[in-house]
């Protein structure tokens, strides 16, 4: 089975600074890698996923991923953060066993909070 | 990507009555589920629901307390029954569009007293 770390449950950051949300995985097979943002009174919504291919993800709204086979990790990053983007932040790992057909296992979500 | 909406966004209970959550989403899809997050935890699925057959339910969770009804490709009811405080959470409806592509809808934020 597979799991899911988020190391950090809160990040404060200060506005247009950089930030990293940091994510790792377990799982014994190949995996598929999601990042989701919610924010507040919101429901989910995709920010990047890793499949396959290139290691480096580029998102929404300016957030990037990478995929890091060797350390299990798939740890989110932005260059200049916006108060918009105050947030909480999960990671998800997936088997994947078939179309339309596989669990996703979320992390415990990371809040970051942009201050002015 | 798909739109999805939840009937109510958010209610106050008492303790042991029912709430039955509506999701509809804009497109027909073949496989829905519902999530709960618990006030500070992640997302846990309770159950995926195909149209036309019974729901299947993860470990930890059981029809007669979600009860769950999939009568067509673009709507799902979960039946949050006899509620206790510790049901308090967000319930969240969400739905497959293509591999890998899960979409979620804004939930119902459930407080139960």
């Known amino acids: 089975a597979q799991s899911v770390t988020q190391l950090d449950s809160q990040v404060p950051v200060f506005e247009e600074a950089p930030v990293e949300l940091r994510c790792n995985y377990s799982?014994?097979?190949?995996?598929?890698l999601f990042w989701y943002v919610q924010y507040p009174n919101q429901g989910l919504q995709l920010l990047l996923k890793?499949?396959?291919?290139?290691?480096l993800v580029k998102g929404i709204n300016g957030f990037e991923a990478e995929f890091n086979k060797s350390q299990t990790s798939f740890h989110l990053r932005k260059p200049s953060v916006h108060i918009s983007d105050t947030a909480e932040y999960f990671c998800?790992?997936?088997?994947?066993?078939?179309?339309?057909?596989?669990?996703?296992?979320f992390g415990k979500g990371t809040k970051l909070s942009v201050i002015p | 990507s798909a739109v999805i909406s939840q009937k109510p966004s958010r209610d106050i209970c008492q303790r042991g009555t029912s709430l039955t959550i509506q999701c509809q989403v804009d497109?027909?899809?073949?496989?829905m589920f519902w999530y709960r997050q618990q006030p500070g935890q992640s997302l846990t699925l309770i159950a995926t629901?195909?149209?036309?057959?019974?729901?299947?339910?993860e470990s930890g969770f059981v029809i007669d307390k979600f009860p769950i009804s999939r009568p067509n490709l673009t709507f799902s009811t979960l039946t949050v029954s006899n509620m206790s405080p510790e049901d308090s959470s967000i319930y969240l409806c969400?739905?497959?569009?293509?591999?890998?592509?899960?979409?979620f809808g804004p939930g119902t934020r459930l407080t139960v007293t």
């Open positions: 799982s014994s097979v190949s995996v598929y």
């Open positions: 969400s739905v497959d569009l293509g591999t890998t592509s899960r979409y």
């Open positions: 497109s027909q899809v073949t496989m």
């Open positions: 629901a195909n149209q036309g057959s019974e729901a299947t339910y």
């Open positions: 890793y499949l396959s291919g290139s290691t």
């Open positions: 998800a790992v997936t088997v994947g066993s078939g179309a339309g057909s596989y669990q996703l296992t």
